[in-house]
């Protein structure tokens, strides 16, 4: 059971986090998600792969589960255009706290490609991060969703649609003549407190086998691709932060116990 989880619990939590955005909601979603997942393993028929069935046990917990602290904010594309409108610095980045300049350009880049993701309602949203983040074909998409390959294209593609007219009107890393650029909104974004240089939620958060310098890159790698779904793809690979496989043993066996 240990060994299942730890080959897992980093794929589920990243399918977590592009979700419901908050680094500590996907922590708990992800814990929820892994003991679905150990406690019903014997539904697992293998005319799947375990990839796919995990996606699918992940996936449909996420679409039903209660509203998390980002979405409860309700977040339309029309709100967060005329956000990334105000406040934007023409002048040199100024220095908060002494951090790495590059570190709080990435966290503005994340937490703002991510938000835009929660202007997409749940279906449309999860049917984006598994076909373009994640590159599911659809037939896996429709596997995982429990729709046809053609509704997951379908779907997929209204996503696409959706986030590219609205990216390609706001966001500078799309369309070099958009004025939003990561580093002009990184002094407003710690204003509002939205960005919090002694507590990174993104920037300093494990990834999956790069190197810090690496996951630093997107922001300059998005820049020189111009293409709505690098923004996304070019966002670090987040590992769980959590080593799940003592703590759900714990709970299955406190769960028998009673």
Same mark, same amino acid.
């Given at each position: 059971?240990?060994?299942?989880?730890?080959?897992?619990?980093?794929?589920?939590?990243?399918?977590?986090?592009?979700?419901?955005?908050?680094?500590?909601?996907?922590?708990?979603?992800?814990?929820?998600?892994?003991?679905?997942?150990?406690?019903?393993?014997?539904?697992?028929?293998?005319?799947?792969?375990?990839?796919?069935?995990?996606?699918?046990?992940?996936?449909?917990?996420?679409?039903?589960?209660?509203?998390?602290?980002?979405?409860?904010?309700?977040?339309?594309?029309?709100?967060?255009?005329?956000?990334?409108?105000?406040?934007?610095?023409?002048?040199?980045?100024?220095?908060?706290?002494?951090?790495?300049?590059?570190?709080?350009?990435?966290?503005?880049?994340?937490?703002?490609?991510?938000?835009?993701?929660?202007?997409?309602?749940?279906?449309?949203?999860?049917?984006?991060?598994?076909?373009?983040?994640?590159?599911?074909?659809?037939?896996?998409?429709?596997?995982?969703?429990?729709?046809?390959?053609?509704?997951?294209?379908?779907?997929?593609?209204?996503?696409?649609?959706?986030?590219?007219?609205?990216?390609?009107?706001?966001?500078?890393?799309?369309?070099?003549?958009?004025?939003?650029?990561?580093?002009?909104?990184?002094d407003r974004a710690v204003d509002?407190?939205?960005?919090?240089?002694?507590?990174?939620?993104?920037?300093?958060?494990?990834?999956?086998?790069?190197?810090?310098?690496?996951?630093?890159?997107? /922001?300059?790698?998005?820049?020189?691709?111009?293409?709505?779904?690098?923004?996304?793809?070019?966002?670090?690979?987040?590992?769980?932060?959590?080593?799940?496989?003592?703590? /759900?043993?714990?709970?299955?066996?406190?769960?028998?116990?009673?």
């Amino acid at each position: 059971m240990e060994r299942v989880v730890r080959e897992i619990q980093d794929q589920v939590y990243r399918l977590a986090v592009q979700m419901l955005w908050h680094p500590e909601d996907a922590e708990d979603a992800t814990q929820e998600i892994l003991i679905r997942i150990i406690t019903h393993l014997g539904s697992f028929k293998g005319k799947s792969t375990l990839t796919t069935w995990v996606y699918r046990v992940a996936s449909n917990y996420l679409l039903t589960t209660r509203k998390r602290r980002a979405e409860r904010e309700e977040i339309s594309f029309e709100r967060f255009g005329q956000d990334l409108d105000i406040g934007l610095s023409e002048g040199p980045m100024q220095n908060h706290r002494g951090v790495e300049k590059a570190l709080l350009i990435q966290e503005v880049k994340v937490g703002c490609s991510q938000g835009m993701l929660l202007c997409l309602d749940r279906d449309h949203r999860l049917t984006y991060i598994l076909g373009e983040i994640l590159e599911v074909n659809g037939v896996e998409g429709g596997e995982i969703l429990g729709i046809t390959p053609t509704v997951f294209r379908k779907r997929l593609s209204r996503a696409r649609s959706r986030l590219y007219e609205f990216m390609r009107s706001k966001c500078g890393l799309v369309d070099p003549d958009r004025p939003c650029r990561c580093r002009k909104r990184v002094d407003r974004a710690v204003d509002l407190g939205r960005v919090d240089p002694e507590n990174l939620l993104f920037a300093l958060h494990p990834v999956q086998e790069v190197s810090k310098a690496q996951a630093q890159a997107g /922001v300059e790698e998005a820049e020189a691709l111009r293409s709505t779904v690098s923004v996304f793809r070019t966002n670090p690979a987040y590992a769980s932060p959590t080593d799940f496989a003592q703590a /759900v043993r714990e709970l299955i066996e406190g769960e028998e116990v009673q």
